[in-house]
């Protein structure tokens, strides 16, 4: 692990007219890899051609992107692989050029030392907030700069992550994880309406829910909904379904029954 | 004109870890550059260093980026300048470096041909809405993303701009210009509280219609502000002051006698 391909060349660099750079003009992935192969691709790359189609850009060439990204994890490795799709080099000025030439940067690395124990997950509650637009929410573009200010709010590192209201004031997820709460048994999440990411580890848990038969919904919430939840997580496709046992002067929850037997679950299958 | 300088490097590249491509964590500034020299220097590096405060960079060296300006623009030669600035190279993760290494990367190129000539620009209203975050309003940031989508609504070369309402339905720009109107002789500009860009000559008109004695105000305004315009016009800080003649669907106006006399003001101070 720890191998970089720009456009399939180990350790290239970026052009420094990329509009990915000036624009913020792409996509990204970032996923979990497990024995050489990364854990739900086919999840992974419907969604980012999805979005490709939404952006107005090609089609993926998802053969080629499995290729590249087996070659930079390495044989039976095990780690974090970043895929980030631009529009590629253009001259200056918004209007995409006609025939993009994509930039793919495809980062592997080894998994990061593994955060606080589940059960002791302590977040935050983040002042930055996230702007609501339809037209861009659910995707993973390049436009991360409001959770890079959300994440410089706090240094201690006893907390693990911080969870962003939308302007308007809904609960939407922590910097780089969705939500879940368990109110009265049922699982519910955020809708992803106007703005956040609609996280394959997300879409996975309320499959997994469904095959479970537990109930879940995605609809609006407020801070209020964390006060009358019996259970909070929140997921990544890196991380998997992470407890979460604080919200710092909000309220405190136990690692409770429907989130283990999620864990249990993907941990059977496989997803996470 | 045409050169290109990454940390001072004629022709450099981008590390394919900066911050700038993965987050679009960073700013920009598009600059007029007239016989080797940046117009409206001083406005551009107040708006980038407020920036940067906002944004927890360090403060930019704007002696260094003066004199890289200069060397990209080369003797005597007029055009434009984009200068870049990034957060730098880091590890994955929103969370910014103790220590940033800025990535600054400055662009000279000859003025594009003109436009459509000033009475005849012609506009259209984009279907794709600005977010609304008063963390990022007023800043050139890197997420460009919506007024890409917004440019790639049309291509009719005829339409030489395209104007923005915010997703709560206020007109706020243009893809790349701030937008003004006249009403009973008085100019009104959005006020840009939520989203949009605090531009430069935008400034430099407000400034310049206090001198004229020409009563200004920053305003919410939806599109039925325009039924009621005498006078509209589009400002940045490369092509100054432009008319606009038509916006399609919607109204017409004569170049009118407020707009003629800051177009004639800024040509006699040099600023536009």
């Known amino acids: 692990m720890g191998r970089r391909l720009v456009n399939g060349v180990d350790g290239g660099g970026i052009a420094a007219d990329d509009r990915g750079l000036h624009y913020g003009d792409g996509l990204f992935e970032t996923m979990a890899a497990v024995g050489g192969r990364v854990r739900n691709f086919a999840l992974h790359m419907a969604r980012l051609t999805e979005s490709c189609r939404r952006l107005r850009f090609p089609p993926p060439d ?68 996230l702007g609501q637009n339809p037209a861009l929410a659910g995707m993973k573009h390049l436009y991360r700069l409001e959770q890079v200010m959300a994440c410089s709010e706090w240094s201690d590192p006893a907390v693990g992550e911080g969870l962003m209201l939308s302007t308007d004031g809904r609960l939407v997820s922590g910097t780089a994880a969705n939500l879940f709460v368990v109110r009265d048994g049922r699982l519910e999440t955020p809708v992803i309406r106007d703005c956040g990411v609609a996280g394959v580890m997300r879409q996975v848990v309320l499959h997994a829910a469904h095959d479970l038969g537990i109930t879940s919904a995605e609809r609006d919430m407020g801070l209020e909904a964390l006060t009358t939840s019996t259970e909070v997580f929140l997921t990544n496709a890196v991380a998997g379904i992470r407890p979460v046992r604080v919200l710092v002067g909000h309220g405190e929850w136990p690692l409770g029954p429907v989130t283990l037997r999620l864990i249990e679950r993907l941990a059977a299958t496989g997803e996470a």
């Open 62 to 129: 998802i053969e080629l992107l499995e290729t590249e990204c087996r070659h930079a994890i390495g044989e039976q490795s095990s780690g974090v692989v970043k895929l980030v799709l631009t529009r590629g080099p253009g001259p200056r000025g918004y209007r995409p050029p006609a025939e993009p030439s994509v930039t793919r940067v495809i980062t592997a690395s080894a998994a990061r030392p593994a955060l606080a124990a589940p059960e002791a997950l302590t977040v935050r509650l983040c002042d930055t907030r």
